[in-house]
């Protein structure tokens, strides 16, 4: 059994998420909320809540109230690029310089580990 949770436009860059991301990817949820809580990186506080809604998710799935969050792993965990907000700033030689200011789209997908279904 799995569950996804989606956060769009984080105001962050993709390849900023994409670190705390590749951090966490396959582990078990609980070694993975831990070390994004002592992470010192902003985007672990946005990887963090997302894995949290993730695992709500599973949660209240038909069926899933018998689920040990203990038997969770992140399954599949990426960013995306989202839209780019442009703003100027004065150059010189009476130029604008452009600013990107970027952000991006985290997907979560947690799932059950399979050696514990098949003891069931």
Do not use: C, W, Y
């Not at 582990?27 to 695992?55: D, G, M, P, Q, W």
């Amino acid at each position: 059994m799995e569950a996804k949770a989606i956060s769009r436009h984080v105001r962050q860059s993709a390849r900023k998420v994409r670190l705390v991301a590749d951090m966490v990817r396959g582990k078990n949820i609980e070694f993975a909320l831990n070390a994004l809580h002592f992470s010192n990186k902003k985007a672990s506080e946005t990887v963090e809540k997302t894995i949290r809604s993730a695992v709500s998710n599973l949660m209240n799935l038909e069926g899933g109230s018998g689920i040990e969050p203990e038997d969770l792993f992140v399954k599949t965990i990426f960013v995306d690029e989202a839209g780019i907000a442009r703003r100027f700033r004065a150059g010189s030689m009476g130029r604008a310089s452009i600013i990107r200011k970027r952000s991006s789209h985290l997907t979560v997908i947690v799932a059950e580990k399979e050696n514990k279904k098949k003891k069931k």
